[in-house]
């Protein structure tokens, strides 16, 4: 297990237990881990930048260090390169989700930073007991393929390497911890995005005190490139009488005064302009891609790869951001940010919050009234506080039961024998506690994202049947487990859309699932296609109990629970139908219900074929 103690957090005379606060979600890990798996300690690591820093710990182990001796609380905040988990992993044998390093093929054992627990066994009786320097590990990788946290464990309470059932036990908290860890980096993400919104905020007062926008962009440059981590912008904007504004920040190595600058990069960008506002999309411009461009593209593929290669050259850049700037339908210029030689590359999260820039810049170009600018921001900013407050009360009484209810068991199994039939009785509850937790998470992830204006579906040509027969396979073992028939009904020719895949299948998934939950065992759920000339109809139908009337106009809005019993497990958190409501939306679609109680429920997500041509009656 490792930890740097030199960079621990600071602790004052006489206050020894003064530790970081843990992150509350992944200490429950930890601690489940220890306490319902059996081991002496667990730590969750989350990446900054070339570190890590343990973020969760929870023990009883004390260990020793090139520094002395240490206990598993005071690991919290320490932090300790990421090429020991590297290295480690390089020596590892594969387990699933866990990884074990046996002290054998430890070489990195007495390196500084790393913890040793401490222990009257020096030699092993046994091949399989639990040596000092053998380790678990599970290593957390975004949907990139990058390394962001690393779940360790030590010392099992049984002295054992862990056997196949523990292994497995493992394995299903290292995923649950996966989710957890890549939440907790969305939800900074998410606090980080609300601050470059704050710099958003401070870029409308400052306008608000200039004449112009040249001196907007000359007061506000530097604050803007710093929030977005640029090293430098250039903009060209409409100046509201009915010339142009070009402006580019200092030191970008770009002469706006330059003829032939100037010729190459608006002719560049202004070809995206128009065209990103329209589609409500920003642009990620490489040089790896252009080059490719140029030498594989047609001839206005190849004309434009070399103008966005000239830019590029000129403002000595590797990588831009170009966002467009507009308000409503009107497209009325473009911000390009800049990164150098060797600075990471743009990405499509860092484009979306760009994005906010690029509508700010339209509103100040458009809006005379200063005052009515801020006044405007300001009545946003409370509805938006006020819908955020009314989300949040929503959300703790929703996940308070579930908590409970996981917080009484995890004191229930205390006082269990470890190992017993009733033991894993009550680890199989919890999982599924866990599980059901996790699923109100998903839902309210979704839910956010799908009521987020600035959030939109990323359109393709969809066809719907191999979707849906996707869905059908990943749903048969749950509906073999409940005793239900599904059954699948799509025509053999292309149903094709234009929608977002992954917000039409998770839409789909709900309507399943829902079915499956309120029929009985021996029922039937089915899942189906109706095609119009002009739209495409997706149903799910069930036998199951059915929906009273007086509710079936609140089962759209969020988090409502009809009075219906769930037969085949619990209610969600009652995002379900709000979520399907909101991707129909999202899609110039619309969905429909049709149920009576005691005999079952159709659902249908109606959608607008690629080609359609008349209404689906």
Known sequence: MTSTPSEGPDVPDGASEAYPTPDPGLQLIAEGVTELVGFGAAVINIRRGDEFEIVAAYGDETGHTVEGEMTVAEMLGTRFPVSVVTDLLDMSEDWGDIKFVPHEKNTIGEAEGYWVPDTDEDILKDPQDWHQLDELLAPFYDENGELVGVLSIDRPTN??????????????????????????????????????????????????????LTGVLE??????????????????AQDGEGGSVVYSSPGLGWN???????????????????????????????????????????????????????????????????VPIGVETTALGHLVLVRGAGRPLWTDAEG?????????????????????????????????????????????????????????????????????TTWFQQVG?????????????????????????????????????????????????????????????????????LCDRSEIKAAVLRLVDNALVYTHRGGH???????SASEAAISVTDNGVGIPAAEQLQVFTEF?????????????????????DRVARRHDGRVTLRSEPGTGTRVSLVLPLANGATSFG
């Open 219 to 236: 007061a506000t440059q530097e604050a803007m490139s710093r929030g977005l981590d640029a090293d430098g912008l250039y903009v060209q």
């Open 256 to 322: 706006a005064g330059d003829s032939n600058n100037v010729a190459a990069g608006q002719a560049y960008q202004a070809h995206q302009a128009t065209r990103l506002w329209n589609e409500g999309q920003h642009a990620i411009v490489n040089r790896d891609l252009l080059l490719h461009a140029q030498h594989h593209g047609d001839a206005e593929r190849r004309k434009f790869a070399r103008i966005g290669i000239e830019f590029l050259d000129a403002v000595g850049a590797d990588s831009l951001l170009v």
């Open 352 to 420: 979306r919050l760009a994005m906010e820039f690029g509508r700010d810049f339209g509103r100040i170009v458009l809006t005379s009234n200063a005052y009515t600018q801020e006044r405007d921001l300001a009545q946003r900013l409370a509805t938006a506080d006020k819908v955020h407050s009314r989300l949040i009360e929503s959300v703790a009484q929703e996940l308070h039961n579930p908590l409970t209810a996981l917080t009484t068991g995890i004191d229930a199994l205390r006082h269990e024998d470890r190992g017993s």
């Open 560 to 580: 409502y629970r009809g009075t219906s019993q769930a037969i085949g497990g619990r209610k969600g958190v009652g995002l379900g139908l709000s979520i399907v």
């Open 159 to 212: 002295g054992r390497r862990p056997g196949r059932r523990q292994q497995r036990i493992l394995n299903r908290f290292a995923r649950q911890a996966r989710r957890a860890v890549l939440l907790t980096l969305q939800r900074e993400y998410l606090e980080e995005r609300a601050n470059n919104l704050l710099e958003a905020q401070s870029f409308l007062r400052e306008a608000n005190s200039q004449l112009g």
């Open 525 to 531: 759920v089915r899942l189906y296609i109706v095609e």
């Open 429 to 497: 509850n919890l999982i599924s506690r866990s599980d059901q937790l996790v699923a109100m998470v998903d839902d309210l992830l979704l839910f956010s994202r799908f009521s987020d204006p600035a959030s939109r579906p990323t359109l393709t040509y969809v066809d719907l049947a191999p979707l849906l027969r996707e869905i059908f396979e990943q749903r048969t073992y749950e509906s073999e487990k409940r005793g239900i028939e599904v059954s699948l009904d799509v025509p053999s020719h292309s149903v094709e859309v």
